[in-house]
């Protein structure tokens, strides 16, 4: 297998105001990496005239790319459309489901969607009392739900999983603790160690730290920009940590 | 008079709701007759748009925007898993 590299940024939140500014840091992107995962928060409050940006923003690149979409990607009540807007530039947008690509001759299956919250194991919400808590947490147990079922059906030689919401409280650190449980659940990172992957990368905590593990061992990266500080993180991937 | 404690969290749900911002990061700090405003934004235009959202949000206060502008920089090497 030959080795695999993966380049990564979230939350770019793009507008009619920074229109081409992000281009201009894809310019040589062949070069760096094979393939480019947005981790979603895309635009700022998705609007049809930010994800028409974003999806200028990111088309005909030389590498295949793939997106999630963010909470801000859904807060004009219109993410199907602007998954569509992508679509049409080329995009490929997960929504709890998979893709697998042919690299150079190496499957690479890049599984997932938006994430959602709840909190970590011992400090979570629970399906108990009014309505509105059980479906918080509901909503976050069916999308873990059809991930695992996702990374069951994906064949694949290698598997990352792309969230927008985090699945660790690792990469959170850096924010303020009572903030957690709407930063992302643990429920996303029990569903990756119960099916194995081999990376996942998230935004969405931009005050919080880029490197975390799951507690089954798999490498978690936080790809907010705000962490990053640059264009996009690139991660190499060769099965036997040779690069 | 109002607690600065709730002017902030006022500006603070103002930057994060406003149509014309949206922004949820930015920190607010209320001292005496001085609103602070922090933390990263994409462009200067933003930078004052946030001031401005704030002002309306909290009149009669001096806006300190101590907001700052990010840089993005070049993707740097390759980690290796």
Same mark, same amino acid.
């Given at each position: 297998?030959?080795?695999?590299?993966?380049?990564?940024v979230?939350?770019?939140?793009?507008?009619?105001?920074?229109?081409?500014?992000?281009?201009?840091?894809?310019?040589?992107?062949? %070069?760096?990496?094979?393939? =480019?995962?947005?981790?979603?928060?895309?635009?700022?409050?998705?609007?049809l %005239?930010?994800?028409?940006?974003?999806?200028?923003?990111?088309?005909?690149?030389?590498v295949?790319?793939?997106?999630? +979409?963010?909470?801000?990607d859904?807060?004009?009540?219109?993410?199907?459309?602007?998954?569509?807007? =992508?679509?049409?530039?080329?995009?490929?947008?997960?929504?709890d489901?998979?893709?697998?690509?042919?690299?150079?001759?190496?499957?690479?299956?890049?599984?997932?969607?938006?994430?959602?919250?709840?909190g970590?194991?011992?400090?979570?919400?629970?399906?108990?009392? %009014?309505? *509105?808590?059980?479906?918080?947490?509901?909503?976050t147990?069916?999308?873990?739900?059809r991930?695992?079922?996702a990374?069951?059906?994906? *064949?694949?030689?290698?598997?990352?999983?792309?969230?927008?919401?985090?699945?660790?409280n690792?990469?959170?650190q850096? *924010?303020?603790?009572?903030?957690?449980?709407?930063l992302?659940?643990?429920?996303?990172?029990?569903?990756?160690?119960?099916?194995?992957?081999?990376?996942?990368?998230h935004?969405?905590?931009?005050?919080?730290t880029?490197? #975390?593990?799951?507690?089954?061992?798999?490498?978690v990266?936080?790809?907010?920009?705000?962490?990053?500080?640059?264009?996009?993180?690139?991660?190499?991937?060769?099965?036997?940590?040779?690069? | 008079?109002?607690?600065?404690?709730?002017?902030?969290?006022?500006?603070?749900?103002?930057l994060?709701?406003?149509?014309?911002?949206?922004?949820?990061?930015?920190?607010?700090?209320?001292r005496?007759?001085?609103?602070? =405003?922090?933390? *990263?934004?994409?462009?200067?235009?933003?930078?004052?748009?946030i001031?401005?959202?704030?002002? %309306?949000?909290?009149?009669?206060?001096?806006?300190?925007n101590?907001?700052?502008?990010?840089?993005?920089?070049?993707?740097? #090497?390759?980690?290796k +898993?």
């Amino acid at each position: 297998m030959s080795k695999l590299r993966i380049a990564a940024v979230g939350d770019v939140h793009l507008g009619e105001d920074v229109r081409g500014r992000y281009r201009e840091h894809l310019a040589g992107i062949e %070069e760096k990496a094979d393939v =480019l995962l947005l981790a979603g928060d895309l635009t700022r409050h998705g609007t049809l %005239e930010e994800g028409q940006v974003v999806a200028d923003e990111f088309r005909d690149l030389p590498v295949p790319v793939v997106a999630v +979409l963010g909470n801000h990607d859904h807060h004009s009540d219109r993410p199907a459309e602007i998954a569509a807007l =992508l679509r049409d530039a080329g995009i490929m947008v997960l929504h709890d489901d998979a893709v697998v690509l042919d690299i150079d001759g190496t499957r690479l299956g890049v599984v997932g969607g938006k994430g959602f919250g709840g909190g970590f194991a011992g400090k979570c919400a629970s399906e108990f009392g %009014e309505p *509105e808590i059980k479906a918080f947490v509901n909503h976050t147990k069916r999308i873990a739900d059809r991930w695992r079922r996702a990374l069951k059906e994906t *064949e694949a030689d290698v598997r990352v999983v792309l969230s927008h919401y985090s699945p660790v409280n690792d990469t959170l650190q850096g *924010e303020p603790l009572e903030i957690y449980p709407f930063l992302g659940s643990y429920l996303l990172a029990e569903a990756a160690d119960a099916e194995g992957a081999d990376l996942i990368v998230h935004g969405h905590a931009h005050k919080g730290t880029e490197k #975390g593990m799951t507690p089954g061992g798999i490498r978690v990266r936080n790809v907010a920009l705000p962490v990053l500080g640059r264009a996009y993180a690139v991660y190499c991937h060769d099965g036997d940590g040779h690069c | 008079m109002e607690a600065p404690q709730y002017v902030a969290a006022r500006v603070q749900q103002a930057l994060a709701e406003d149509e014309r911002t949206t922004e949820l990061g930015i920190r607010v700090d209320v001292r005496g007759e001085q609103l602070f =405003l922090r933390g *990263e934004v994409t462009s200067e235009e933003r930078r004052d748009l946030i001031a401005g959202v704030a002002e %309306e949000a909290a009149p009669g206060l001096a806006v300190r925007n101590e907001l700052t502008v990010a840089d993005i920089r070049e993707p740097g #090497g390759e980690e290796k +898993l």
